[in-house]
């Protein structure tokens, strides 16, 4: 009876021994492994569909490619790896602000929302650089994943531009509507691309066609401007226009603008790039040059945000 006994129980540990040593030998599979891993990203639903207008047909593309070709569209490449997260976060929050706003938006591929570039129109632009400009904002928006940008629990409009004329604008100033984490600060790392200072010469006739104002002559300009020296109001000849629709009116770069005019022509100087409102790319690069990362980037001109990463 006792051998019976201890044959037992070294069956039951010779069986425990080999079950033991087969599941260690599939834990350093690495082909289990890359299929558990697999398996685990699709029931986490990793792929978050939007819909974009692009070249006039609606197509159903994943958040994550989105944000690469719109980061490929709105920032050189050449930019510092932590400004390119900052854009890649900053347009990630704008789709999803639009998307939450209304679930069946579509969104637009211009401007107007923001420019977005296929892989087609990318290697059109890199040529032999886009294997190496592709992986860096690739990586730079992986590294980013699923990040968005929230204030007081809301997703936030994360709106952005070029270079500021040294300080941010006040949201209220351009889109009508005063947002606590869109307000000035002070962007003077921008300096070291000059603000993108332009001088345009213009001839009257064409200035006053353009504001449409019947008129041969520029009897007065009065210019209403905000803290950061940007026009809030112009008035010409009694006809009064917001900054913002002057400057599209005139396409001008900003609404940073001296004025001086003779009898035939009118001088405009202007300082910055963009509406104003937001993160300045050309600062985001700066600061990440100087070592900032790309969440304090983000802290910086969205005031009081947070960085979320839960779709």
């Not at 599941?23 to 082909?31: F, I």
């Not at 490929?72 to 976060?89: G, H, Q, R, T």
């Not at 001088?267 to 990440?288: E, F, R």
């Amino acid at each position: 009876m006792r051998k019976v006994i201890v044959f037992f129980v070294v069956f039951i540990m010779m069986l425990f021994s080999y079950t033991k040593k087969d599941v260690n030998s599939d834990l350093n599979n690495n082909d289990y492994i890359e299929k558990d891993i697999v398996i685990d990203d699709d029931s986490l639903s990793n792929k978050y569909p939007i819909k974009i207008n692009y070249n006039n047909e609606i197509i159903d593309i994943d958040l994550e490619d989105y944000v690469i070709g719109v980061v490929s569209c709105e920032m050189p490449a050449s930019f510092n790896l932590e400004a390119l997260k900052s854009m890649a976060v900053a347009a990630r929050t704008f789709a999803l602000y639009k998307i939450n706003t209304n679930k069946d938006y579509v969104m637009k591929t211009t401007v107007s929302d923001q420019c977005y570039h296929s892989i087609e129109k990318m290697k059109s632009k890199w040529g032999s650089s886009f294997d190496s400009n592709y992986n860096k904002i690739k990586l730079a928006v992986d590294s980013t994943k699923h990040e968005y940008m929230t204030y007081k629990d809301e997703i936030i409009i994360s709106f952005y531009f070029s270079i500021s004329n040294g300080y941010t604008e006040n949201c209220e100033n351009v889109f009508s509507q005063k947002l606590d984490y869109l307000v000035s600060v002070n962007s003077n790392w921008d300096k070291e691309y000059s603000y993108k200072e332009q001088s345009k010469k213009i001839s009257l006739s064409e200035f006053l066609s353009k504001l449409n104002i019947k008129s041969n002559s520029i009897q007065n300009i009065n210019i209403e401007r905000s803290s950061t020296n940007r026009i809030n109001y112009i008035t010409i000849n009694g006809i009064k226009f917001k900054g913002s629709k002057f400057r599209s009116l005139l396409s001008l770069r900003s609404t940073d603008v001296d004025i001086k005019y003779d009898n035939d022509y009118v001088y405009i100087d202007t300082k910055g790039y963009g509406h104003g409102v937001g993160m300045s790319q050309h600062g985001a690069n700066v600061m990440a040059k100087n070592g900032y990362l790309y969440d304090e980037i983000l802290k910086y001109y969205y005031s009081g945000i947070k960085i979320m990463n839960k779709l």
